[in-house]
């Protein structure tokens, strides 16, 4: 079947992208788009939200138009689909002037089968013009939580993208996105203007990513102990501000490994080269702030770290789903500690937001920060967050493969609500603690609080263990940092009980120093047999060199699943090769003979036993 052409959805799925059945609830999906019917569809990372709206855009009359929020997921985008021969293309800044008219003179011939296009390029009366011209097929939004004002990365160009009905009437849109509340999706759906759209909600849970989240202690020493046993693998690291990705990277380096460092205030020529380097490279770590990721199709980052906090569990899970795209084992690991919680009660506390979307978000913070404190299994109440119910615990996350002890903390708790309120609740966490531990500092002679009740109350706990205890009660709602005291530490209405003895609390028992997980990470080379090990070198060999032929990165020329399905099956044929996942018509035609000559040195006694 030539792409472009009538044919069925199986057709489309084996011939063009070489997928022999569909994932979850990709079929229902398109089938919806076929039939006319607008669709909101949140499926997890690498899911393959993708072929939602791409399959349909094949099948339809006209030219797919997919609104995406960032150049480099419409280049990503563009480039695997020529490689599987779909004329694709996008408008974005960019190209030069040549570039785009060359692209707009392929819109008009009809040759293009998708189009994308930024929000901003969409709000244009000249883009508009240039659509009105041209038969769509359907319009995709993608990363359609921007939308919503409730959503984590909520973006105001978003907002006019209502009036796609009425511009292109009897088009029908689907939105698209990896995360979204119960309340994100009413009011994507109310924000677009959509026609009783059908919903797809696909299961959250991706349960290859192992969840490892820790007390902050000694950040560095801990992510160090993390990356142990993730040598030679991809990974991205987030950090809250561009000077902490700067020094994180080049700290990684001085330490043997390889790392560039992301950020928006990078050049747009470094922040290229330094993405296209993360895709097209082996073992390379990206520190980055949140402004790298979206979009990003690389299916082997084998773990992502966050040294700082995320703002929400929105956010945390699309930033940990850019992990183990391929299926395979892959972790997501985090510190976090009482001056993250501080700054990002600040942050919120100090913004020119309304109060009902600050109340909100402190809503979605709280949750966070109750999420990190869980003493059980950690991936049951994240899936719970998005509407999912699981059943067991995932015996794949922390809480699962290293318990934490809990203890009585309702002494502890009284000595430091009482420190914060006899001392006037002016202060911050370090003097809290100094005036609890008894030390003689100069601000606690200057204020006179060696002579308090309070003073020296607390020697009984290291300075560790009461950061550890006021972090839980900030947690808990017990005590918050005052943004218009600098940070003051202040009791809230819920501490009266508390003082009182009538509420009991447990604490987390935090470990002494980074904790070894008991489970290894599993690397992709140590599933692959000893004795295929030297074919698995050839087959990533003969992709590198096809990838930098074709100026792609190499997962476009083949997934790790697709070399390792070569390993076990041992295709002798053209046939053979369809036969597998990821090899369609026109990567057959492209890359087929040298992998297979590979394949045939590897293979010379079954060879000759076949003839």
């Not at 057709?11 to 079929?27: A, K, M, N, S, T």
């Not at 359609?144 to 907002?159: I, K, N, P, T």
């Not at 530490?489 to 003082?499: A, M, N, P, Y």
Request: hydrophobic share 40%.
């Amino acid at each position: 079947m030539s792409v472009g052409m009538p044919g069925s959805i199986d057709d489309v799925l084996r011939d063009v992208f070489g997928f022999h059945e569909f994932r979850g609830p990709q079929q229902a999906v398109i089938e919806s788009a076929m039939a006319g019917r607008d669709t909101l569809v949140i499926m997890p990372t690498g899911g393959g939200k993708s072929l939602c709206y791409q399959v349909p855009a094949l099948l339809r009359d006209g030219v797919g138009l997919v609104i995406s929020p960032l150049i480099a997921l419409m280049q990503d985008q563009v480039r695997a689909l020529g490689e599987v021969g779909i004329d694709a293309g996008f408008l974005n800044s960019s190209q030069s002037a040549n570039e785009q008219r060359a692209v707009i003179a392929r819109l008009k011939s009809g040759a293009l089968k998708l189009l994308y296009v930024a929000p901003e390029r969409l709000a244009g009366e000249h883009t508009r013009d240039l659509l009105a011209g041209v038969p769509l097929s359907l319009i995709a939004i993608d990363e359609a939580h921007c939308v919503s004002q409730w959503g984590h990365d909520f973006r105001q160009e978003y907002l006019a993208l209502d009036q796609l009905g009425a511009l292109f009437p009897g088009v029908p849109r689907m939105a698209l996105t990896a995360t979204a509340t119960e309340k994100t999706r009413t009011e994507i759906i109310a924000r677009l203007a959509f026609d009783k759209p059908d919903i797809f909600v696909a299961p959250f849970d991706r349960p290859n990513i192992r969840y490892l989240v820790q007390p902050k202690t000694d950040a560095k020493r801990q992510l160090l102990q993390f990356l142990k046993d993730h040598r030679g693998v991809a990974g991205i690291v987030y950090c809250l501000s561009r000077r902490k990705t700067e020094s994180t990277a080049a700290w990684l380096n001085d330490s043997g490994m390889r790392a560039l460092p992301y950020h928006a205030g990078l050049d747009a020529e470094t922040r290229h080269e330094h993405q296209r380097r993360f895709l097209a490279e082996d073992g390379l770590i990206i520190v980055a702030t949140i402004a790298f990721g979206m979009g990003i199709d690389k299916p082997d980052v084998r773990f992502v770290a966050h040294l700082d906090l995320p703002k929400s569990l929105e956010a945390y899970y699309q930033e940990t789903g850019r992990a183990g795209r391929d299926g395979q084992p892959a972790d997501a690991w985090m510190v976090y500690g009482l001056q993250d919680v501080v700054r990002l009660r600040q942050m919120l506390e100090e913004s020119s937001a309304g109060e009902e979307h600050k109340r909100h978000e402190r809503a979605k913070l709280d949750a966070l920060l109750g999420w990190c404190e869980v003493t059980g299994c950690r991936r049951r109440p994240l899936l719970e967050y998005f509407g999912d119910s699981p059943t067991r615990d995932c015996g794949n996350c922390d809480g699962c493969l290293t318990p934490v002890d809990t203890w009585d903390g309702i002494e502890a708790a009284q000595k430091l609500l009482s420190a914060v309120y006899r001392t006037g609740q002016r202060f911050g966490a370090v003097h809290i603690i100094d005036v609890l531990l008894g030390k003689s500092t100069d601000k606690v002679a200057q204020h006179g609080h060696a002579r308090l009740a309070v003073f020296g109350v607390g020697k009984d706990l290291a300075t560790q263990s009461w950061r550890s205890v006021l972090r839980q009660l900030i947690v808990m709602g017990y005590v918050r940092a005052d943004a218009e005291r600098f940070g003051a530490l202040v009791l809230t209405e819920k501490s009266r009980s508390l003082l009182r003895g009538e509420t009991p609390v447990r604490f987390r028992k935090d470990p002494q120093r980074p904790i070894a997980s008991k489970a290894k990470s599993v690397r992709i080379e140590a599933v692959i047999a000893a004795k295929d090990r030297d074919l698995w070198e050839a087959l990533r060999e003969c992709r590198q060199v096809l990838a930098s032929e074709h100026g792609v990165p190499p997962y476009v020329i083949f997934h790790d699943s697709t070399l390792r399905q070569m390993i076990s099956d041992r295709p002798a044929s053209e046939a053979d090769l369809l036969d597998l996942n990821g090899v369609g018509q026109t990567k057959l035609e492209r890359y087929g003979k040298p992998f297979l000559g590979v394949l045939r040195e590897f293979s010379p006694p079954r060879q000759a036993a076949e003839s």
